[in-house]
């Protein structure tokens, strides 16, 4: 079972920048399509964005498009959130997760990290 650890959430002002990754350890990290999804207070779980396991392909919930971009270094066995020009309303915590493929389902990832938590002050 591949372990997931997220890292780089904070507080940051709105119109500021984060870089978050996610370390995996335990499996063969290139075999993984790599998902972001985000769950604000009392909210459902959001998919972010996903990549495919060689990176080539890229997908980004429309609220987050231009301002946030997945990426990953299979050489590192680490997954990348990019997320620029941040808003309040992407105030949550952060969650990385495996899947077979690059899909906005979260039924079809497997494994999860604990999150990480970003604040957006306005």
């Known amino acids: 079972q591949v372990r997931l650890v997220e890292s780089g959430g904070g507080l940051v002002q709105a119109g500021g920048s984060l870089r978050l990754s996610c370390a995996a350890s335990?499996?063969?990290?290139?075999?993984?399509?790599m998902g972001w999804f985000r769950q604000a207070p009392g909210k459902e779980r959001e998919f972010v964005a996903a990549?495919?396991?060689?990176?080539?392909?890229?997908y980004h919930v429309d609220s987050v498009k231009g301002r946030f971009t997945i990426s990953r270094d299979n050489a590192l066995n680490t997954a990348y959130l990019q997320m620029n020009s941040l808003k309040p309303e992407d105030t949550a915590v952060y969650y990385c997760a495996t899947s077979s493929i690059a899909t906005m389902n979260a039924r079809l990832y497997g494994s999860w990290g604990q999150g990480t938590q970003v604040t957006v002050s306005s």
């Open positions: 335990g499996g063969t990290f290139s075999t993984y399509a």
């Open positions: 990549t495919s396991r060689n990176g080539y392909r890229t």
